[in-house]
């Protein structure tokens, strides 16, 4: 398994993190060989299809200019227009074959990559300057690698040149007793027929170095148990402030929700255990609204707090227990404690007007 300098196994699958700050540096599954192999491949294709064509019209202006050439007047000036000519002419006729290979390797960069704007890859690194890390380098599993990867490479395709050239030595030597121009011919296809086959191998092997890469980059990405915990941490944050931050949470919600006993019509109880402060507004909600609820400590307090301020204290252990589990903090009461609120309130309305007759 990879190690880091520490020693710890990678064990751990690199985090969504991890790949961004990867993808930020340009550190990406990259193969330079299926740009190689398809850019070969295209160019052949395209000169296949329209090589003749393309080189008649190139020789065709080479000769006019050289004809006019001759007549001219031969100075600086004159010799200059002339190679400016010619060199502009001839970028214009492999004006499509270029901006072919150029769609083709852009197009293999964002298959294998998509858009990627890395500044920080492009910054110097003096780091690159120092002499013993640059023969590390050279000296590493890595160029190691590299090195053997370039040589089967090179291999494969002194094979395919090989046995392809080889299955055309007999016509070869006829081809002294025709035209040149039909040996020409013979050339420029024999060249296609190579740097098809070359192409087609290449793109085999691109195929398996991009694997490769792709193995090797997950494999470098991959991270120690220790380096999980800190990622975790440096994203979802520390686990301690975190429980700080709930429970600051918490108070203040505590703290909002017992400035709301003292406007409750009634705090219904279950003596110890739970306590829930009900409010309400046949202006605003069509049912009783639960304000604060609480259990043990947090009851006593919604009591004390109810006894206080002389809000009325109804102790039904059933109801209290429901409305404690099932109803939820500024929500109307189940609709299944209407009846017995229902009545509590009327009892306790009954009880304060009784008290105001009296004053």
């Known amino acids: 398994m990879a190690e880091n300098p520490s020693g710890q196994e990678k064990t751990e699958a690199p985090s969504a993190r991890k790949r961004s700050e990867a993808r930020k540096q340009g550190q990406v599954a990259k193969s330079t060989e299926v740009n190689t192999a398809l850019v070969l ?65 852009l197009a293999a960069n964002l298959a294998q990559v998509g858009f990627l704007w890395a500044p920080e890859a492009l910054a110097p690194k003096f780091e690159k300057l120092n ?15 590299e090195l053997l990867k370039n040589l089967f490479k090179l291999t494969i395709i002194g094979l395919v040149i090989y046995v392809t050239l080889q299955s055309k030595v007999e016509l070869f030597f006829q081809m002294t ?21 070359v192409a087609l191998a290449l793109l085999i092997l691109a195929a398996a170095d991009y694997g ?40 203040a919600a505590r703290r909002r929700m017992m400035a709301e006993v003292p406007e409750a019509d009634v705090v219904i109880t279950n003596p110890v255990h739970y306590a829930v402060a009900l409010k309400y ?16 400590k947090i ?38 404690a209407y009846q017995a609120v229902a009545e509590i309130l009327s009892y306790i309305y009954a009880m304060r007007n009784q008290k105001r007759s009296m004053n």
């Not at 002499?131 to 690698?145: D, E, F, H, N, Q």
């Not at 380096?227 to 686990?239: H, I, L």
């Open 41 to 105: 491949l295209a160019g052949t294709a395209f000169f296949f299809f329209t090589g003749g064509d393309l080189l008649a019209k190139i020789m065709y202006f080479w000769r006019e200019h050289l004809q006019q050439a001759i007549l001219m007047q031969v100075n600086e000036e004159d010799l200059f227009a002339l190679i400016t000519s010619l060199g502009f002419k001839t970028l214009y006729l492999l004006g499509p074959f270029l901006l072919l290979v150029s769609l083709i390797g």
């Open 131 to 145: 002499v013993i890390a640059g023969a590390k380098r050279l000296l590493s599993p890595r160029s190691a690698v």
């Open 212 to 251: 490769y890469q792709r193995w090797e980059f997950e494999k470098n990405l991959r991270m120690t148990k220790e380096e999980a915990k800190e990622e975790q941490k440096m994203v979802e944050g520390n686990p301690q402030i975190k429980a700080r931050i709930r429970e600051v949470q918490r108070s």
């Open 281 to 296: 507004d046949p202006g605003e909600h069509t049912a009783p609204v639960i304000v604060a609820k609480g259990e043990r």
């Open 299 to 336: 009851a006593q307090r919604i009591k004390a707090i109810a006894e206080e301020h002389g809000v009325p204290i109804y102790e039904d252990p059933p109801l209290a227990q429901l409305l404690f589990k099932r109803g939820e903090i500024g929500q109307e009461i189940p609709i299944d």
């Open 177 to 197: 007793e025709q035209s040149i121009g039909y040996l020409l011919q013979f050339l420029a296809q024999t060249s296609g027929e190579v740097m098809f086959k």
